[in-house]
Nanobody, 121 residues
Framework: VQLQASGGGLVQAGGSLRLSCATS????????MGWFRQSPGKEREFVAG???????KYYADSVKGRFTISRDNAKNVNLQMNSLTPEDTGIYYC????????????????WGQGTQVTVSS
């Protein structure tokens, strides 16, 4: 499977952005699609995950209640980000894993190119 993230940009604190991860190729229904982000000098951190089949979701505590992950019929995985803060700034990546509930980058594969999100204060 190949993944391509898009939708990043510059937004003021308190604003919203919607990221999209386009998938091509075969994605197993038992797999989970996830979003990660990475800021300069920091490790890549888990943001949210959704099971390909069934739509079960889980989030990092830092984004719970503000971000919503979803999967649409076009096989895209979307991340709606509301109430953004400067701490949400980073490059956002999507990836896939066969491990439900996984949060570590090493559990994920098929990383797509990231999309830059910048939140100004």
């Amino acid at each position: 499977v190949q993944l391509q993230a898009s939708g990043g940009g510059l937004v003021q604190a308190g604003g919203s952005l919607r990221l999209s991860c386009a998938t091509s190729g075969r994605t197993l229904s038992s797999h989970t699609m996830g979003w990660f982000r990475q800021s300069p000098g920091k490790e890549r951190e888990f943001v949210a995950g959704v099971r390909v089949s069934g739509g079960s979701k889980y989030y990092a505590d830092s984004v719970k209640g503000r971000f919503t992950i979803s999967r649409d019929n076009a096989k895209n995985v979307n991340l709606q980000m509301n109430s953004l803060t400067p701490e949400d700034t980073g490059i956002y990546y999507c990836a896939t894993t066969p491990v439900w509930g996984a949060r570590g980058p090493s559990d994920f594969r098929s990383w797509g190119q990231g999309t830059q999100v910048t939140v100004s204060s």
